[in-house]
């Protein structure tokens, strides 16, 4: 899976209502798109990234999501193979080449993809991206409404939800604060499911990077739309609660069934894949 690149997917045209757009402050899918060498990004997103940047140092700020990315892709990749043809991505970001539905396609061409986000602009580029694939939508909802994301009729039309499902979670779950339940959202879209679906989960942590860049990441994403809460391991690991994870377990996410695909190696993140039983 070596070549992908993280330039935009699609023409860096404005979106047509862009006073719809939060550009007074910033989001999380427009500055993993900055970071991923992306176009779709305000001033502000960009200010925000140079005060993570200053708190954990630019290698990281660009290392990070780049190991979530590549850990998404081959887990995708993973769970295609293992025979699931439906994925619901949650908090997807916007697109960049190497998307879910790509990689899930190259493996199995059957595979259908729902999108997940809350960001408007991310439901602009994403219809423009996907404008004639049947097998791939967009929908604009909260995890944290759960419910919105499981019942939405684009979601209903495409996935068939009597058959597993590959229920992604990369680096979303971390903008979940703790009142707002981030477990429940896990439980109540992994009980829609059927037996023998997956959960891919990867979530920034506080058991490993300097506490102070921890703490400075954090005020940094004060300010945003979502901001950004670090979880111990344990937190991370309760996430997959009544679930069997797949070997080697919880890991780093380079460390999940490693591949000659250029991974970044941090102490940043965990990450997992666990079946229904």
Same mark, same amino acid.
């Given at each position: 899976?070596? =070549? %992908? *690149?993280?330039?935009?997917?699609?023409?860096?045209?404005?979106?047509?209502?862009?006073?719809?757009?939060? $550009?007074?402050?910033?989001?999380?899918?427009?500055?993993?798109?900055? #970071?991923?060498?992306?176009?779709? *990004?305000?001033?502000?997103?960009?200010?925000?990234?140079?005060?993570?940047? /200053?708190?954990?140092?630019?290698? @990281?700020?660009?290392?990070?999501?780049?190991? *979530?990315?590549?850990?998404?892709?081959?887990?995708? !990749? %993973?769970?295609?193979?293992?025979?699931?043809?439906?994925?619901?991505?949650?908090?997807? =970001?916007?697109?960049?080449?190497?998307?879910?539905? &790509?990689?899930?396609?190259?493996?199995?061409?059957?595979?259908?993809?729902?999108?997940?986000? !809350?960001?408007?602009?991310?439901?602009?580029? =994403?219809?423009?991206?996907?404008?004639?694939?049947?097998?791939? $939508?967009?929908?604009?909802?909260?995890?944290?409404?759960? =419910?919105?994301?499981? *019942? +939405?009729?684009?979601?209903?039309?495409?996935?068939?939800?009597?058959?597993?499902?590959?229920?992604?979670?990369?680096?979303?779950? +971390?903008?979940?604060?703790?009142? &707002?339940?981030?477990?429940?959202?896990? @439980?109540?879209?992994?009980? @829609?499911?059927?037996?023998?679906?997956? #959960?891919?989960?990867? +979530?920034?942590?506080?058991?490993?990077?300097?506490?102070?860049?921890?703490?400075? $990441?954090?005020?940094?994403?004060?300010? /945003?739309?979502?901001?950004?809460?670090?979880?111990?391991?344990?937190?991370?690991?309760?996430?997959?609660?009544? #679930?069997?994870?797949?070997?080697?377990?919880?890991?780093?996410?380079?460390?999940? +069934?490693?591949?000659?695909?250029?991974?970044?190696?941090?102490?940043?993140?965990?990450?997992?894949? /666990?079946?229904?039983?």
């Amino acid at each position: 899976m070596t =070549g %992908w *690149n993280f330039t935009s997917a699609t023409d860096p045209k404005p979106a047509p209502e862009l006073a719809d757009f939060r $550009t007074d402050r910033p989001t999380p899918a427009r500055m993993y798109d900055y #970071l991923l060498g992306g176009k779709d *990004n305000f001033e502000v997103d960009r200010q925000a990234i140079a005060a993570v940047t /200053a708190a954990i140092g630019k290698t @990281a700020a660009v290392d990070v999501p780049r190991e *979530n990315r590549r850990f998404l892709q081959r887990g995708t !990749h %993973w769970l295609a193979k293992a025979g699931i043809e439906q994925f619901l991505d949650l908090g997807t =970001g916007l697109p960049t080449a190497g998307n879910v539905h &790509e990689v899930a396609q190259a493996a199995n061409p059957r595979a259908r993809v729902v999108y997940v986000d !809350h960001d408007p602009i991310v439901l602009a580029h =994403g219809r423009a991206l996907l404008a004639n694939d049947s097998s791939t $939508t967009i929908i604009t909802a909260d995890i944290r409404d759960p =419910g919105s994301v499981v *019942n +939405h009729p684009d979601t209903r039309a495409l996935l068939d939800f009597s058959r597993p499902v590959g229920v992604l979670a990369a680096a979303v779950l +971390h903008f979940v604060q703790d009142h &707002e339940d981030p477990a429940g959202i896990v @439980a109540t879209i992994m009980d @829609a499911v059927p037996a023998g679906s997956y #959960l891919l989960l990867s +979530h920034m942590t506080s058991d490993g990077p300097p506490a102070e860049a921890v703490a400075g $990441t954090t005020a940094a994403m004060k300010a /945003a739309t979502s901001p950004m809460i670090f979880r111990p391991r344990a937190a991370i690991e309760h996430l997959f609660s009544k #679930l069997d994870l797949v070997d080697p377990g919880v890991v780093r996410p380079w460390q999940w +069934h490693p591949s000659d695909d250029d991974s970044p190696r941090t102490d940043w993140l965990f990450a997992g894949v /666990a079946r229904k039983p």
